[in-house]
T-cell receptor
Framework: DGGITQSPKYLFRKEGQNVTLSCEQN?????MYWYRQDPGQGLRLIYY???????QKGDIAEGYSVSREKKESFPLTVTSAQKNPTAFYLC????????????FGNGTRLTVT | SQQGEEDPQALSIQEGENATMNCSYK?????LQWYRQNSGRGLVHLIL?????REKHSGRLRVTLDTSKKSSSLLITASRAADTASYFC???????????FGAGTRLFVKA
């Protein structure tokens, strides 16, 4: 049963701490993405990766970091430099090619206090 | 950067009625996609229309694309309470790779 798994579903952290969100896919997709969604808003692209060991900044990369050491995994670290980290984070994947739709995980809701 | 803008922001209809949502975008595109999101969940892909297509159907969904006006519409016919969700349009700008989402339309279907 292929899909994308994001864990945990809810995450709570104190201000000043780094936190890593997990994203794993078994769809054999080359491309993976991280989006941020704020209440009542659309999705904003944080980082994306088209191939293992390569990734590019999206529109709001400041305060975030990623790695892509394996095809199946694309973890996102929210660093203490991110000024407003509380949000809903969505990971997605797609086959290579710009006419390929995205497959999404069910998200991680991060709350930083 | 927001590429797509949906209209209306929110829509409330009775079960059985049709729901129409519109999307406008700014630059040339490779394709336009529509997604659905239930509250607190990830997005689910509904339909993709390529820049050289004008209309596409999938079950109760009908999507149109007018590249001259840089706009698209999503029609859901004979709506059901289970269609209650947020609907997003997304575009892949021409020559690019990133998928960019609009702010979405919240649809509420009353039983």
């Amino acid at each position: 049963d292929g899909g994308i798994t994001q864990s945990p579903k809810y995450l709570f952290r104190k201000e000043g701490q780094n936190v890593t969100l997990s994203c794993e896919q078994n769809l054999n997709h080359d491309a993976m993405y991280w989006y941020r969604q704020d209440p009542g808003q659309g999705l904003r692209l944080i980082y994306y990766s088209q191939i293992v060991n390569d990734f590019q900044k999206g529109d709001i990369a400041e305060g975030y970091s990623v790695s892509r050491e394996k095809k199946e995994s694309f973890p996102l670290t929210v660093t203490s430099a991110q000024k407003n980290p509380t949000a809903f984070y969505l990971c997605a994947s797609s086959p290579t090619g710009y006419n390929s739709p995205l497959h999404f995980g069910n998200g991680t809701r991060l709350t930083v206090t | 950067s927001q590429q797509g803008e949906e209209d209306p922001q929110a829509l409330s209809i009775q079960e059985g009625e049709n729901a129409t949502m519109n999307c406008s975008y700014k630059t040339s595109i490779n394709n336009l996609q529509w997604y659905r999101q239930n509250s607190g969940r990830g997005l689910v892909h509904l339909i993709l229309i390529r820049s050289n297509e004008r209309e596409k159907h999938s079950g109760r969904l009908r999507v149109t694309l007018d590249t001259s006006k840089k706009s698209s519409s999503l029609l859901i016919t004979a709506s059901r309470a289970a269609d209650t969700a947020s609907y997003f349009c997304a575009t892949v700008p021409g020559g690019g790779f990133k998928t960019i989402f609009g702010a979405g339309t919240r649809l509420f279907v009353k039983a």
